[in-house]
């Protein structure tokens, strides 16, 4: 079956998350703003049946990227969700019963042609089952100093690009280890049962991390425009769970001149995504 059904499967979970991320927007924006960190955001937020409308989108995204991790490299499905930012876009504008600009077409193209020739090129490989705990440790260390320098850094900050870019690369880190937690859990599951999943502290860890990028994602959506936070959001999670495959899993990607069509395929995306986010600020 190869890589097929973890992309198929990443697919309609990207998809699932770009309904999501419509919804929540919507709902961000119907609750008082804040200034700081503010946990009770997501019990007001509670109250608003579009938000758990997007939640009811999240949770069929998080059973599809499961299954999709469980069957594929981790350096292939996690840069799948790039296609979110167009795919919220679309979503986006037909409940705004508005049609998109041919330029915005151009970059939904520049996004796809893009993330299809790189991971053409990269052709990531590698299914590994087993983390090695002293692999874990310095990787959750080290995830968790980004993440709170990120989010400090955002705080010190008034509402704007900056507070926004720095909450979406906080809630970036947070989604990337959240998967890689989740495919180590859904091979335990896999192998050993339901008794060992609910045993194993990679379950409670990914949940812990899953709620964590919940949360920064709601105030990165509340802090600050779309064409701060999403790039962010989207190339940041793409990049790490890259970084987060090879040094974890020991995933492959070729390299030598492969690297040429990688880049320019890399260089769409961020072409795309930067002009989609700035088209998601601007109707937002």
């Not at 893009?114 to 590994?128: D, H, K, S, V």
């Not at 793409?238 to 030598?256: D, K, P, Q």
Request: with cysteine.
């Amino acid at each position: 079956m190869g890589v097929l059904l973890p992309t198929l499967f990443a697919l309609c979970a990207a998809a699932s998350n770009a309904l999501a991320t419509v919804l929540q927007r919507r709902a961000t924006l119907t609750v008082p703003q804040a200034q700081g960190f503010r946990p009770g955001l997501l019990l007001d937020l509670l109250r608003r049946p579009i938000w758990l409308a997007g939640m009811l989108a999240v949770i069929v995204a998080g059973v599809g990227q499961a299954v999709a991790l469980a069957t594929g490299p981790l350096a292939l499905v996690q840069p799948l969700f790039v296609l979110e930012l167009p795919l919220a876009l679309l979503f986006g504008s037909l409940a705004d019963r508005q049609r998109l600009a041919r330029p915005l077409w151009a970059a939904v193209a520049a996004v796809v042609a893009g993330l299809g020739l790189a991971l053409m090129a990269a052709a990531p490989e590698g299914n590994r089952t087993h983390v090695p705990l002293d692999r874990w440790v310095p990787t959750l260390a080290g995830c968790a100093v980004v993440v709170l320098a990120l989010t400090t850094a955002a705080l010190r900050r008034p509402p704007g690009r900056a507070r926004a870019g720095c909450l979406g690369a906080a809630t970036a880190v947070c989604y990337a280890l959240t998967a890689a937690l989740m495919k180590t859990s859904m091979h335990i599951l896999d192998d050993s049962g339901v008794g060992a999943f609910f045993s194993t502290w990679h379950t409670y860890a990914f949940a812990v991390c899953g709620i964590c990028a919940l949360l920064l994602l709601e105030h990165a959506l509340q802090g600050g425009p779309l064409v701060a936070s999403q790039p962010a959001l989207t190339l940041g999670d793409a990049g790490v769970s890259l970084v987060l495959g090879v040094l974890l899993y020991e995933e492959h990607v070729r390299t030598g001149w492969w690297l040429v069509p990688e880049l320019l395929g890399v260089g769409l995306i961020v072409v795309g995504v930067f002009t989609l986010a700035r088209a998601g600020a601007s109707t937002g």
